[in-house]
């Protein structure tokens, strides 16, 4: 059974009427971050790290980031709905919180990445899987699990753990997930049969 753990989306908010970017459109500074607001009371928001420009703000099911710029960043998400969800709260949450005479587009977000994951139900041996395959790579000292490279798609990742754990990440469609998901799964399952099980 495979599962979703992380969906992340890319938009952007388009903004006309202001020169200004869109955190400080909705106060969000550093003093302002502490005020609740009545319509997003289970939100918590802060400045995300030093390295970006951007400030987050963290739902239930998910977080958004948003740039200067007006990107925003959507990740954390575990369920398809979830996404609807959130592009309808953030919409919602620019209505009320923009300041009159600011219009603005939300653009609808893209998927760029699905995680998820896979549980084969059983030990797998690292090094003698590494040493029959060579889309796989195993080197314990600085990184504990097995990673794997599929040879259709340099972009899909794959990883796998000795209890038996496979992660794939790099797709972009559920369908996508499932099927590299299968394809590793049946991949181990075809090199445990051999001898050295």
């Given at each position: 059974?495979?599962?979703?753990?992380?969906?992340?989306?890319?938009?952007?908010?388009?903004?006309?009427?202001?020169?200004?970017?869109l955190?400080?459109?909705?106060?969000?500074?550093?003093?302002?971050?502490?005020?609740?607001?009545?319509?997003?009371?289970?939100?918590?928001?802060?400045?995300?790290l030093?390295?970006?420009?951007?400030?987050?703000?963290r739902?239930?099911?998910?977080?958004?980031?948003?740039?200067?710029?007006?990107?925003?960043?959507?990740?954390?998400?575990?369920?398809?709905?979830?996404?609807?969800?959130?592009?309808?709260?953030?919409?919602?949450?620019?209505?009320?919180?923009?300041?009159?005479?600011?219009?603005?587009?939300?653009?609808?977000?893209?998927?760029?990445?699905?995680?998820?994951?896979?549980?084969?139900?059983?030990?797998?041996?690292?090094?003698?899987?590494?040493?029959?395959?060579?889309?796989?790579?195993?080197?314990?000292?600085?990184?504990?699990n097995?990673?794997?490279?599929?040879?259709?798609?340099?972009?899909?990742?794959?990883?796998?753990?000795?209890?038996?754990?496979?992660?794939?990440?790099?797709?972009?469609?559920?369908?996508?997930?499932?099927?590299?998901?299968?394809?590793?799964?049946?991949?181990?399952?075809?090199?445990?049969?051999?001898?050295?099980?």
């Amino acid at each position: 059974m495979s599962e979703i753990v992380n969906i992340v989306a890319v938009s952007k908010v388009l903004l006309q009427g202001t020169d200004l970017s869109l955190p400080q459109l909705l106060g969000l500074s550093e003093h302002r971050l502490r005020e609740k607001r009545p319509y997003l009371r289970k939100l918590k928001t802060g400045r995300s790290l030093n390295q970006f420009s951007g400030y987050f703000i963290r739902l239930k099911s998910g977080t958004i980031t948003v740039f200067k710029t007006g990107k925003v960043i959507i990740n954390g998400l575990k369920e398809w709905m979830d996404l609807v969800r959130i592009n309808d709260q953030f919409t919602l949450y620019l209505m009320k919180n923009l300041p009159d005479g600011v219009d603005f587009e939300f653009e609808i977000p893209r998927v760029v990445n699905i995680t998820g994951c896979r549980n084969l139900q059983r030990e797998v041996q690292l090094e003698q899987i590494c040493e029959r395959d060579a889309c796989a790579s195993y080197e314990p000292e600085i990184f504990p699990n097995l990673q794997y490279t599929f040879s259709d798609n340099k972009k899909v990742k794959g990883i796998v753990s000795r209890r038996g754990k496979i992660i794939v990440t790099g797709v972009k469609t559920y369908i996508q997930l499932r099927f590299y998901l299968k394809k590793l799964g049946d991949r181990l399952d075809v090199l445990m049969e051999n001898e050295f099980y």
